[in-house]
T-cell receptor
């Protein structure tokens, strides 16, 4: 069984400040990890994903995340917040590997609020 | 390239009725997945279709069903609606099976309200 915990349902930052959104997972095997963003009245958009290889993953819009196996974490960061980053962010995990049976598990989401 | 489209965008039904939601994937995509998003339960996987076959199913009652047509368009059906079925239903498409191997592109969702 796998689970995802996103610490903090709301995170508030000032424009230009560091963004840090936390994600911890529980899985019987090292999973594949994802971060999605959802703007109001829209579907989800993939920000970045970790499957194998380099543990620091760079995504779109200046976001990056680091997979830390020892801490079972996949925190999302951005050096400088922009007003347009205000949205809901979701961390997700899925069992690794192509094909086969998979069911993705999502965290409850973190709402990022950016103050001018 | 047109994105994933979902129709209708908004729907109001009453308890006991049934509803059918439609999803048109990105051209060339053969995998369609459905998700339910509610404030209480968050985002939950419903099922995935690939080449007209259901490949995976989440933990939802049999009232929730779906199908996929030869052109990859998909429909999901909810019978005997309950108040708790009120949610945003999201559809996502990808060219290959599995979130692990291919990026899923999400539609804007259908907002279902059950009264």
């Amino acid at each position: 069984a796998q689970s995802v915990t996103q610490l903090g349902s709301h995170v508030s930052v000032s424009e230009g400040a560091l963004v840090l959104l936390r994600c911890n997972y529980s899985s019987s095997v090292p999973p594949y990890l994802f971060w999605y963003v959802q703007y109001p009245n829209q579907g989800l958009q993939l920000l970045l994903k970790y499957t194998t290889g380099a543990t620091l993953v760079k995504g779109i819009n200046g976001f990056e995340a680091e997979f830390k196996k020892s801490e079972t974490s996949f925190h999302l960061t951005k050096p400088s917040a922009h007003m347009s980053d205000a949205a809901e962010y979701f961390c997700a995990v899925t069992p690794p590997g192509p094909g086969g049976s998979y069911i993705p598990t999502f965290g409850r989401g973190t709402s990022l609020i950016v103050h001018p | 390239k047109a994105g994933v489209t979902q129709t209708p965008r908004y729907l109001i039904k009453t308890r006991g009725q049934q509803v059918t939601l439609s999803c048109s994937p990105i051209s060339g995509h053969r995998s369609v997945s459905w998700y339910q998003q509610t404030p209480g339960q968050g985002l939950q996987f419903l099922f995935e279709y690939f080449s007209e076959t259901q490949r995976n199913k989440g933990n939802f009652p049999g009232r929730f069903s779906g199908r996929q047509f030869s052109n990859s368009r998909s429909e999901m059906n909810v019978s005997t609606l309950e108040l708790g079925d009120s949610a945003l239903y999201l559809c996502a498409s990808s060219s290959k099976r599995g979130l692990a191997v291919d990026t899923q592109y999400f539609g804007p969702g259908t907002r279902l309200t059950v009264l």
